[in-house]
């Protein structure tokens, strides 16, 4: 199994400053033939489901804010939130797409 | 607008077999997308349990957490528009909130969640 882990566990950020929330595959996720990385970010509010923010690594979900963006390749990976708002308190969690079992990270829990 | 609702007994016995339901509605069950589960243990991480492939590929067929395989079964009743989850010879550790989920890109990631259902594995 692929082993995701994330970094920190939490982190308490200002309102209108920046998060930064970094993941690590224990192996690459990067499939050479199309040359995309099959990393995806979530962000889990207390009591509801995952929500799905960032699939292949960079692309952003329809209708998630610009704020959020994503980045990395290979085994290295970085989930960005940029001008935090009181609604993005939340556990994020990123997840390979690469084989099965897929797998998650333990997940960042974000505070203000 | 997809929209997925899981529904089963919330309190199992151990040794006994989960079984869960995952209503599908504004959208075909027998469409090209795969179905997921995924469980939460209370104050805990995500775990993905296994998913069944739409027709298009290997004839509909599941993969499983080779953690699980051996106790789990997904199935698909296309008449009913759902699919479904069991998990036999549950545990305490079977505890859980659990999710289904469709992966609509057929690529691993999923955009559509049900609400979870919590699952206690007591006597």
């Known amino acids: 199994d692929i082993v995701m882990t994330q970094s920190p566990d939490s982190l308490a950020v200002s309102l209108g400053e920046r998060a930064t929330i970094n993941c690590k595959s224990s192996?690459?996720?990067?499939?050479?033939?199309?040359?995309?990385?099959?990393l995806a970010w979530y962000q889990q509010k207390p009591g509801q489901p995952p929500k799905l923010l960032i699939y292949?690594?960079?692309s952003r979900k329809s209708g998630v804010p610009d704020r959020f963006s994503g980045s990395g390749s290979g085994t290295n990976f970085t989930l960005t939130i940029n001008s935090l708002q009181a609604e993005d308190v939340a556990v994020y969690y990123c997840?390979?797409?690469?084989?099965?079992?897929?797998?998650f990270g333990q997940g960042t829990k974000l505070e203000i | 607008q997809v929209q997925l609702q899981e529904s089963g007994p919330g309190l199992v016995k151990p040794s006994g077999t989960l079984t869960l339901t995952c209503a599908v509605s504004?959208?075909?069950?027998?469409?090209?997308?795969?179905w997921s589960w995924v469980r939460q243990p209370p104050g805990k991480g995500l775990e993905w349990i296994g998913e069944?492939?739409?027709?298009?590929?290997?004839?509909?067929?599941?993969n499983y957490n080779p953690s699980l395989k051996s106790r789990v079964t997904i199935s698909v009743d296309k008449s009913k528009n759902q699919f479904s989850l069991k998990l036999n010879s549950v545990t305490a550790a079977d505890t859980a909130v659990y999710y289904c989920?469709?992966?609509?890109?057929?690529?691993?990631?999923?955009?559509?969640w049900g609400q979870g259902i919590l699952v206690t594995v007591s006597s």
């Open positions: 192996q690459s996720v990067l499939y050479s033939s199309n040359n995309k990385d099959y």
């Open positions: 292949w690594a960079s």
């Open positions: 989920a469709r992966d609509s890109a057929n690529s691993g990631w999923f955009d559509y």
């Open positions: 504004g959208g075909s069950i027998s469409s090209n997308y795969w």
């Open positions: 069944w492939i739409g027709e298009v590929y290997r004839s509909g067929s599941s």
């Open positions: 997840q390979q797409h690469y084989n099965t079992p897929y797998t």
